[in-house]
């Protein structure tokens, strides 16, 4: 007798054979569930983590450092500080009128950029996930961050209403 469990399509009650994971009329979303669960492993595999951390994110001294900054209790505090005093709003969809809830707290000028002002206040703004990877976009381009980049000698921009025009009119 084969192997059989329940779809898992919610409220369908049909039985399939191993190792299907939908029923007839439900087939169209085993490869979308198959593709989730295998970007799932990938995210929990230690070989792919390590290699990540290792080769991507701490790939010389200095991203080391970058990212050690993040684990220590000096950015926590600023961190919640800064969590606080945005009230947990995205402060680049507060300039467009848009209220937007998030926990990310982002450098305005990216500390990859200028080390000196890691831990300054002033250079710290809550973000939400769509602002972030818009302005991490922006960054690569005007300031040259990001992997195998090279950083170009301009003045930073701290007013996040021009940053936010200039993301805006770069994604556009």
Request: with cysteine.
């Given at each position: 007798m084969p192997r059989v469990r329940r779809c898992r399509q919610p409220g369908c009650h049909a039985m399939v054979n191993f190792p299907d994971h939908y029923?007839?009329?439900h087939y169209e979303h085993e490869a979308e569930y198959l593709a989730s669960r295998e970007r799932w492993a990938r995210s929990h595999d230690k070989h792919y983590t390590h290699k990540y951390n290792t080769v991507t994110r701490n790939r010389d001294d200095t991203k080391r450092k970058q990212y050690n900054f993040y684990r220590t209790r000096q950015w926590s505090h600023l961190r919640q500080q800064v969590l606080e005093r945005d009230h947990y709003l995205c402060a680049y969809c507060r300039v467009q009128g848009i209220i937007t809830v998030a926990k990310t707290v982002d450098h305005i000028v990216p500390i990859?950029?200028?080390?000196?002002?890691?831990?300054?206040?002033?250079?710290?703004?809550v973000i939400c996930g769509k602002c972030h990877r818009l302005k991490t976009d922006w960054e690569q381009l005007t300031y040259g961050t990001g992997r195998d980049r090279?950083?170009?000698?301009?003045?930073?921009?701290?007013d996040i209403k021009i940053i936010n025009t200039l993301m805006k009119k770069e994604h556009d």
């Open positions: 029923c007839k009329v990859e950029y200028d080390q000196a002002i890691k831990a300054d206040v002033d250079n710290l703004a090279e950083l170009k000698s301009i003045k930073p921009i701290i």
